[in-house]
Every structure is written in structure tokens, then in C-alpha cells.
């Protein structure tokens, strides 16, 4: 892996994901995709970028047994996570494959979930075309995505929290997606948009929450990235962590969720 490239989403990816994912922030934010989306019974759904399978598997608990749960992921080793985790339930799909060449029929899915993934993706409009091929008339989809810049905690040391967010700023192709996916949606020929904001906010510190393992992911990406040594990555870690035994606890980002649909 060369340094310049952005998260690996390998055996060390999917453990930090596991963490982060079953955190109840995460939980806040599946429920609230699956609220958006409205799946009914013996529906068709898709998950794009599934990762760790925990929205297939709550979109496979909405369509039933009579429905179908596609999901895709361009990492074997997610899909082979995500395949034990959705074990005992043969109404959920799993195929390797690109955001950008679904290997889904056209106008087959009635819904789609698309969960941290886009911000990953070189060429999103490519993305969203797919998307837009593969639901039926008048699908929907639930999209999230994460405004990186407005990512905070307090901390003792301004400049070092600087330099350490500038290096995650590798971590994916766009970091500032929700602010230009809509114009991008209704490129690719979406209707009926709306757009809302999930802040992840905590003033209570726990080693669960959300805030706590995005803060290991951060510590573990960064080290030889802009000159960040993992002394700095550690120290940065280090002061979070007394911060909140301190109860002086802090953490923000805010996370937007598109719902959009396919002309009837
Ligand atoms: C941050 S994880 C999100 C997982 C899941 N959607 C969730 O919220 O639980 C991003 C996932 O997208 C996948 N991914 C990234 N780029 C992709 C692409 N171009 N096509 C398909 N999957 C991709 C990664 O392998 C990873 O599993």
C-alpha cells in the first residue's frame, strides 16, 4: 500500500469498524436510514459499500424473508465479514463489485442504502448514474455522507489538532461531499431530494462512543502522512483521552442524509 492512498478497508479496517459500528450512535444513524427508506415486506432492497453487513442486515429484518437484500462491497474482506454476520438468512446477496458498475439488473431494486461510501469514490456522478440505472421507477435511496472539515473535539492543543486532521484529510477522495451531492443527484436524474443533518455530538465521554473509536481510526491513519510522526498521532490520542477522564469531553461531526428517489 503506497502512503498516499486513503483507508485500506482490510482485517485491520474491518475491527475498527466493528467498533465504531456498534456503537449507539451508529445504531442512531441505521435507525434513521431505515426510517428514511420505509421498506416494506418482500421489497428488493440494495446496500452499496456494505462493509461489516449491519445495514444489510437490518434492511433484510424490513423486507422479510420474501424479500431480497443485494448487497455490494469492492472489499473481499468486508464481504466475507458481512457474510458471517448475515448468516441463516438466504434472502440476503453478496457480490464483489463497484459503486461504479453495479452488477445489479436495471430498474430492479425498489430501495437502496448507501452508508459512508461515496465520499470513497473517484468518479461520484459515474456512481450515482449507476444508482440511478438499477432502482425501478420511483425507488428511493438513503444516502450518508460526512462533512470532514467540521470534525471536532476539545483538546489541549489547537495546532497539533490542526496538523493531525490535515493528514486524515487522506483518508478518502472527497472529504466535503455533502456539500456538492445534491447538485450531483439531481445531475443524475434524482427527484423528490431532501437533505438533513445528523450531528454525532457528545459531551459525555465513554470508550464506547462514537467519538472515542473515530479517534483510534484517526490515530491509526495518520502516523507518516504530512509529517505526522506516531509519537504526534499517539500524543494527539493520548490528550483526547485525559480530556474526557477529565470530564472535559467534546466531540462533534456532522453527518447528512440525502433522500432521494427515481422518477415514477
Ligand atoms: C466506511 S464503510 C461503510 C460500511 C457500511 N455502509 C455501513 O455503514 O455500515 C465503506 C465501505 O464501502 C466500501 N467501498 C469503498 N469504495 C467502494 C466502491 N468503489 N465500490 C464498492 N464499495 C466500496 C468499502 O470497502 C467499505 O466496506
Known amino acids: 500500500m503506497s502512503i498516499s492512498e486513503g483507508l485500506q478497508f482490510d482485517d485491520a479496517m474491518v475491527r475498527t469498524l466493528e467498533s465504531l459500528y456498534q456503537t449507539k450512535e451508529a445504531a442512531i444513524r441505521r435507525k434513521m436510514v431505515l426510517d428514511a427508506l420505509q421498506l416494506r415486506l418482500g421489497e428488493c432492497a440494495l446496500d452499496i459499500g456494505t462493509g461489516p453487513g449491519f445495514v444489510a442486515l437490518e434492511m433484510a429484518a424490513a423486507v ?33 463489485g ?34 440511478h440505472l438499477v432502482l425501478r421507477p420511483g425507488g428511493r435511496a438513503a444516502i450518508v455522507s460526512t462533512d470532514w472539515p467540521f ?46 443533518v445528523l450531528p454525532q455530538f457528545s459531551v459525555s465521554y465513554s470508550p464506547d462512543r462514537f467519538g472515542v473509536h473515530m479517534a483510534g481510526l484517526i490515530r491509526a491513519f495518520v502516523p507518516g502522512r504530512r509529517g505526522v510522526t506516531q509519537e504526534e498521532a499517539a500524543a494527539w490520542l493520548d490528550d483526547l483521552t485525559h480530556t ?14 440525502f433522500l432521494v428517489e427515481k422518477a415514477a
Not at 431494486?109 to 461510501?117: E, I, L, M, S, Y
Not at 493528514?167 to 466535503?176: D, K, V
Request: aromatic residues 8%; proline residues 5%.
Open 64 to 96: 422479510g424473508s420474501t424479500g431480497q437484500v443485494e448487497c455490494i462491497d469492492d472489499s473481499e474482506t468486508m464481504i466475507n465479514v458481512a457474510l458471517k454476520r448475515c448468516a441463516g438468512k438466504p434472502w440476503i446477496c453478496f457480490q464483489l
Open 98 to 131: 463497484d459503486a461504479t458498475e453495479l452488477p445489479v439488473a436495471s430498474n430492479s431494486c425498489d430501495a437502496a442504502a448507501v452508508v459512508q461510501v461515496y465520499e470513497f469514490v473517484p468518479n461520484v456522478p459515474r456512481a450515482l448514474e449507476e444508482l
Open 151 to 196: 470534525i471536532a473535539w476539545n483538546s489541549s492543543d489547537d495546532a497539533r489538532m490542526a496538523r493531525i486532521l490535515d493528514a486524515f484529510s487522506e483518508h478518502c477522495a472527497h472529504i466535503t461531499l455533502p456539500r456538492i451531492l445534491m447538485p450531483m443527484l439531481k445531475a443524475a436524474g434524482f427527484v423528490s431530494s431532501s437533505q438533513s
Open 244 to 257: 474526557g477522564e477529565r470530564g472535559e469531553w467534546f466531540f462533534n461531526v456532522n453527518q447528512h442524509l
